[in-house]
């Protein structure tokens, strides 16, 4: 089965970097992806990682090292509107994706 | 950009009774999926459609739920005598994957909000 840790809440304020990790347990690995979910609103797609190394999408990057089991979602340049939960996913067995908690941020001026 | 649209955006039912939610999936996506996340709760998937039948199943996904393809666009999902601990928001989403490889991309819907009373 699939296990995923990731932090519950971090705060930090704009303008800032803000490094968000995950760590996943699978049985089989087929790619890591991170969604930000809005209160209320339905998660919505970020990265997707398959091969080790950083995956760079304008003010967010990801980082997937398979071998530790560990990712992380970097945010650069924070904005208010960057105040969501960050969820980090693995496939199940076929398609389906398993959501870990999700990392709230909370981002202030 | 195409979007995965769900109905009712909030449907309050009574304890016992049955109730439908509705989904319309990208055109050309394959696959199918609903989620469901309770209030303050992470995101638990339910079960994966593809080619008229069920591919995978949680197992929250017993059987007091169903889902169907009654028609070329529509996805639905059935809940049986809904129970208090089924009030959530149920999220359907759909991706054009059709196996392992690549990047699996779920789009979700804007969710139906289910209050059980």
């Known amino acids: 089965g699939q296990n995923i840790d990731q932090p519950t809440e971090m705060t930090a304020t704009e303008g800032a970097i803000v490094q968000i990790n995950c760590t996943y347990q699978t049985s089989g690995f087929n790619g890591l992806f991170w969604y930000q979910q809005h209160a209320g609103e339905a998660p919505t797609f970020l990265s997707y990682?398959?091969?080790?190394g950083l995956e760079e999408k304008g003010r967010f990057s990801s980082f997937l090292s398979r071998s530790k089991g560990y990712s992380y979602l970097l945010l650069k340049e924070l904005q208010m509107k960057d105040s969501a939960s960050y969820l980090c996913a693995v496939p199940q067995a076929g398609t389906a994706l398993i959501f870990g908690k999700g990392t709230t941020l909370s981002v202030s001026s | 950009e195409p979007e995965v649209t769900q109905t009712p955006s909030h449907q309050v039912t009574q304890m016992g009774q049955e109730v439908i939610l509705r989904c319309v999936p990208i055109?050309?996506?394959?696959?199918f999926y609903w989620y469901r996340q309770i209030l303050g709760q992470k995101v638990e998937f339910l079960v994966s459609f593809y080619n008229n039948e069920i591919s995978e199943k949680s197992e929250i996904f017993d059987d007091q739920f169903s889902v169907e393809r009654p028609d070329g666009s529509n996805f639905t999902l059935k809940i049986r005598s809904t129970k208090l601990e089924d009030s959530a928001m149920y999220f359907c989403?759909?991706?054009?994957?059709?196996?392992?490889?690549?990047?699996?991309?779920?789009?979700f819907g804007a969710g139906s909000r289910l209050t059980v009373l």
């Open positions: 990682n398959v091969l080790d």
């Open positions: 055109s050309n996506h394959l696959y």
């Open positions: 989403a759909s991706s054009e994957a059709r196996g392992r490889a690549g990047a699996n991309v779920l789009t």
